[in-house]
């Protein structure tokens, strides 16, 4: 397959004259999503009201999402399902993965991974009340600290701040190799560069839609567990759907068969027919092409806005096997900058406390599109346009 990037941008319903560098953190408007969601809503909620869960599939809906997910990650069939956000799904892995290994106590994680992670396992911990305790080193000393006291990795691939990418098949051989789980979390991975997870040998994975996936605000999370785990996790989170026979109202809980039973409760039925109109898209694009896009994006714009922002330090690896699909760029006025960048309508995004964030999306962005960002970034280097109070105040999100 080879993927014709101009007509998948061409898919996107893109706000004239903007360039979005932010489809990392939210994922644009696909055309076909408005009129999918319309038809969910009339011709299925609307005609067929509760017989739209047996006549519409709205049941079946989260393995049927779940098994084309599963292409864009390299697992298989039947090994993926959606539902919850990703930190409910992070809090699922984790208890399943501790339950599974159950003579250790520590969860290994780094010190860039999303905060959300963090908490999750903290609140875990806490809940447990068993001696179980959050680990987190520098990311660059994850490998090194994978011994055989840790149960299980919790680890981001791709650092949400910094751009930073993990070698995934080397941390996964040495938790093995140390008796020790993992859990990858693909929130910058999934949509944004090709990932081998039966390759690998990862035992859970879980990630987010509406990133570079572009299921809209609120899409549905998603969870992996490897084929020879998945009839032994005992789900912490044993909702009806996950149960054997959600319809036989049994008042005792028996899992599911395989990852069925990481299913909780009533599915998000219209995010997931924006989802699915997204993933039609998807359906067209090769991983291999997309990540060699992406390369070519992230270059082209490390390499003109070093040669016209010399204040501006480039946080994200230089190296292409160390980084996901963004750029980040560090500086003390980072917040104004970004803020002015927006104003004048190229959007990316500000994280704290000085990180200038673009994320670079095949999909809908081309080279024309970093130019753009570039030439426009440079100006309002060059004449401080950031210098201006109405760029200083912070909304609540950044
Ligand atoms: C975006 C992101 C989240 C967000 O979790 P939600 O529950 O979907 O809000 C969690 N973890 C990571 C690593 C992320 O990048």
Not at 108 to 123: E, I, K, R, V
Not at 243 to 252: C, G, M, S
């Amino acid at each position: 397959m080879t993927t014709d990037f101009a007509a998948t941008k061409a898919f996107f319903d893109l706000p004239q004259g903007v360039t979005y560098l932010d489809g990392n953190s939210l994922g644009p408007l696909p055309r076909a999503a408005a009129a999918r969601v319309a038809a969910t809503i009339t011709d299925e909620w609307g005609q067929m009201l509760i017989g739209g869960w047996n006549k519409a599939g709205w049941m079946d809906q989260p393995s049927k999402v779940g098994d084309r997910i599963a292409r864009l990650i390299g697992a298989a069939a039947g090994t993926v399902v959606m539902g919850d956000t990703l930190s409910v799904k992070v809090y699922q892995a984790l208890a399943s993965a501790l339950d599974l290994n159950p003579t250790r106590r520590i969860i290994l994680s780094d010190t860039g991974n999303f905060p959300s992670d963090l908490y999750m396992a903290q609140g875990l911990c806490r809940m447990l009340c068993q001696g179980y305790e959050l680990k987190t080193v520098a990311p660059e000393d994850v490998l090194d600290a994978i011994d055989d006291t840790i149960a299980v990795t919790m680890i981001t691939e791709v650092d949400y701040r910094t751009g930073r990418k993990h070698d995934m098949a080397a941390i996964t051989a040495r938790a093995h190799a140390a008796g020790a789980l993992t859990i990858w979390d693909l929130a910058h991975t999934a949509g944004a560069l090709p990932v081998d997870l039966a390759g690998t040998g990862a035992d859970f994975a879980v990630g987010c839609t509406y990133k570079y996936l572009n299921s809209g605000p609120g899409g549905p999370a998603f969870i992996y567990v490897a084929p020879h785990l998945a009839n032994k996790v005992n789900p912490a989170l044993s909702g009806w759907l996950g149960h054997d026979a959600p319809f036989a109202f049994d008042p005792d809980y028996r899992p599911g068969p395989g990852i069925e039973r990481m299913r909780v409760g009533t599915p998000p039925v219209l995010q997931l027919a924006a989802l699915e109109a997204a993933l039609d898209i998807w359906d067209q694009v090769d991983m291999a092409d997309l990540r060699a896009a992406s390369l070519r994006l992230t270059d082209q714009f490390i390499a003109e806005v070093e040669a016209s922002c010399p204040t501006l330090a480039l946080v994200t690896p230089r190296e292409q096997s160390m980084r996901g699909s963004q750029v980040s760029f560090s500086h003390p006025q980072g917040y104004a900058i970004m803020q002015a960048l927006i104003a004048h309508r190229v959007i990316g995004d500000f994280r704290a406390p000085d990180i200038l964030r673009f994320g670079f999306t095949p999909l809908f962005t081309d080279a024309a599109d970093v130019t753009r960002a570039a030439e426009t970034l440079a100006r309002i280097m060059a004449d401080k346009l950031w210098d201006n109070p109405v760029y200083m105040t912070r909304a609540k999100v950044t």
